[in-house]
Nanobody
């Protein structure tokens, strides 16, 4: 069983920055083959939506709402994905979930949330005006 643990959420003011991290691990210690990995978010009363995704080979896909403000990056050796969030807005307030596609071979960033087989528990990001 693969476990994803997010960290880095919090409360900031308009225009502030946060950096989210997500580490994937497995109790057995086996080597993980993580293909697409990244971030979704869900605001109260709204559907879960894609934020940013990165493939194992470095291709990325961002939601239009975050382009130019958020940057996703991965450290494959550490099974870790990061999300640097700058110029935060109140509409960025949501629970941010880490997602990982393990095992299925994909060389592109997968946008369909239904394809991800592992999810973190989420970390709250709150942006006040």
């Amino acid at each position: 069983q693969v476990q994803l643990v997010e960290s880095g959420g919090g409360a900031v003011q308009l225009g502030g920055s946060l950096r989210l991290s997500c580490v994937a691990s497995v109790a057995s210690g086996r080597i993980l083959s993580i293909n697409s990995m990244g971030w979704y978010r869900q605001a109260p009363g709204k559907e879960r939506e894609l934020v940013a995704i990165e493939s194992r080979v470095g291709s990325t896909n961002y939601a239009e709402a975050v382009k130019g403000r958020f940057t996703i990056s991965r450290d494959n050796a550490k099974n870790t994905v990061y999300l640097q969030m700058n110029s935060l807005k109140p509409e960025d307030t949501a629970v941010y979930y880490c997602a990982a596609l393990v095992g299925s071979l994909r060389y592109y960033p997968v946008s369909d949330a239904a394809e991800y087989n592992y999810w973190g528990r989420g970390t709250q990001v709150t942006v006040s005006s």
